[in-house]
C-alpha cells in the first residue's frame, strides 16, 4: 500500500483512504474504543485500512478454541435444552467462511464479522446470540465478562436485531492445550454468563455512533487515531521497515528519533535500578557456579522452581597485544579502521 505519510508530532499516520477497508467486526468493535487488552485502536485502523496486518499464525489457544467450540455447543443442547442452536454451516453451508467472505452481515456497510452459534425459533428467526471462549485465565472472568467480550457479542446482537446474548467460558488447563480432543465442558469447567443487549447496555446505540464517527474519521478521510510507542511497539517496526525513505521522511525520523529517546528516558528511570540489580545477582551467581565447575566440567546448572540458570565453559584464544608490544611487533600488524560516532542533542 502506498502514500503513507507518517505525522510525528501527532503520534498520527495518513494514508490513501481505502477503497475495500475492512469492516468493524466484534473483534475489532471494542478495541477502537480502547477497551481491549490484547489490541489498540492504531493497531485495529491498520488492519481496517490494510495498511498492515500481522499473519495469522495458528497457535495451541487457537487450536483450542477451533476444538472444544463445538463440544460447548453439545454441552448448551445438552444442560440448558438449546436443541434449536445453528451453526455457520448450517446457515452458509459446509465452505461458509469463502461464500461469506468472513462476514455474516454484507447489508451493512461499516459492521460484519462473525458470530459463532445462534438461538433460533420453530421459523429459523434468530432469538440470541452465543459465543465461545476458552482460556486459562479463568481470573479475568472471575467479576464480570471481559468488556471486549462482552461488546463482540453485543455487537452482533444488535446487527441481528436480538437482544439475548449468552457467553459461553471454558477455563482450560496446561494439558488440555495439549489434548484439547479429550476436553468434556461441564459444570465444573464451563460457565454460561447471559445478558441482555439493552440491559447491559442501555446506551449502546452511542457504542454505534462511536465507531460509526471514528470510521468517517479515521477510515475515510484515512488518519490514524494516535500510536502508542510502548503498546503499538511491534507493529511500528514492521511500518518502519515499510514504509520510510531516507530520501523523504529524514526530518519526520529525526524528530521520531527525539521522541523515541525522551520515552525511553522515563522508563529508564524505573529500569536502572532493576537493571543494576539484574546484573548484580548475575555476577553473584556466576562466580558461584564457577566455584562449583571441576577442572573437566563445561557448564554448570542452577534451577529454582520454573526458572533455570545455565554457565556455558569454553576454552578459546586470543591476541595479547601487551607482549606484542614488548616483542616491538605490534605497530608492524596494525591496521587503519574508520569508524564513525553519532551524537544527537535536542536545542
Not at 502514500?3 to 481505502?18: H, K, Y
Not at 455457520?88 to 459446509?94: I, L, Q
Not at 518502519?240 to 531516507?246: A, E, G, K, M
Amino acid at each position: 500500500m502506498g502514500g503513507v505519510t507518517w505525522i510525528p508530532e501527532g503520534r498520527m499516520l495518513r494514508i490513501d483512504p481505502p477503497k475495500k477497508p475492512k469492516k468493524i467486526t466484534g473483534t475489532r468493535f471494542a478495541a477502537i474504543m480502547g477497551l481491549n487488552t490484547w489490541n489498540t485502536p492504531f493497531k485495529t485502523w491498520c488492519e481496517i485500512t490494510r495498511t498492515y496486518t500481522e499473519p495469522f499464525e495458528e497457535t495451541i489457544y487457537t487450536r483450542a478454541g477451533k476444538i472444544i467450540e463445538p463440544k460447548q455447543a453439545d454441552y448448551m443442547k445438552r444442560a440448558y435444552f438449546m436443541q434449536n442452536l445453528i451453526t455457520p454451516t448450517e446457515k452458509y453451508g459446509e465452505d461458509y467462511f469463502r461464500t461469506t467472505r468472513g462476514d455474516f452481515f454484507p447489508e451493512d456497510k461499516i459492521f460484519g464479522g462473525m458470530w459463532d452459534y445462534l438461538l433460533v425459533d420453530e421459523n429459523g428467526k434468530p432469538t440470541a446470540v452465543l459465543e465461545m471462549k476458552t482460556t486459562k485465565r479463568s481470573e479475568d472472568w472471575a467479576d464480570d465478562i471481559p468488556p471486549y467480550y462482552a461488546l463482540q457479542a453485543a455487537l452482533y446482537a444488535y446487527l441481528l436485531g436480538v437482544e439475548d446474548v449468552y457467553m459461553v467460558a471454558s477455563f482450560l488447563e496446561d494439558g488440555d492445550y495439549q489434548r484439547p480432543e479429550s476436553f468434556i465442558p461441564s459444570a465444573e469447567n464451563t460457565i454460561v454468563v447471559p445478558f441482555k443487549l439493552h440491559e447491559r447496555y442501555p446506551n449502546f446505540a452511542e457504542y454505534i455512533e462511536y465507531a460509526r464517527s471514528w470510521w468517517e474519521n479515521n477510515v475515510e478521510y484515512g488518519i490514524s487515531p494516535q500510536y502508542d510507542e510502548v503498546a503499538d511497539r511491534e507493529v511500528l517496526r514492521e511500518l518502519r521497515t515499510l514504509y520510510y525513505s531516507p530520501e523523504t521522511d529524514v526530518q519526520a525520523m529525526v524528530k521520531e528519533l527525539g521522541e523515541l529517546i525522551d520515552t525511553i528516558s522515563k522508563y529508564r528511570k524505573i529500569l536502572d535500578p532493576l537493571e543494576k540489580r539484574i546484573n548484580a545477582l548475575k555476577a553473584t551467581l556466576k562466580q558461584s557456579m564457577i566455584d562449583s565447575m571441576g577442572p573437566y566440567d563445561d557448564r554448570a546448572v542452577l534451577r529454582a522452581g520454573s526458572h533455570t540458570l545455565t554457565l556455558f565453559k569454553s576454552t578459546g584464544t586470543k591476541v595479547d597485544r601487551e607482549a606484542l608490544d614488548r616483542d616491538g611487533i605490534l605497530d608492524k600488524y596494525t591496521v587503519t579502521d574508520t569508524q564513525y560516532k553519532m551524537t544527537f542533542k535536542e536545542e
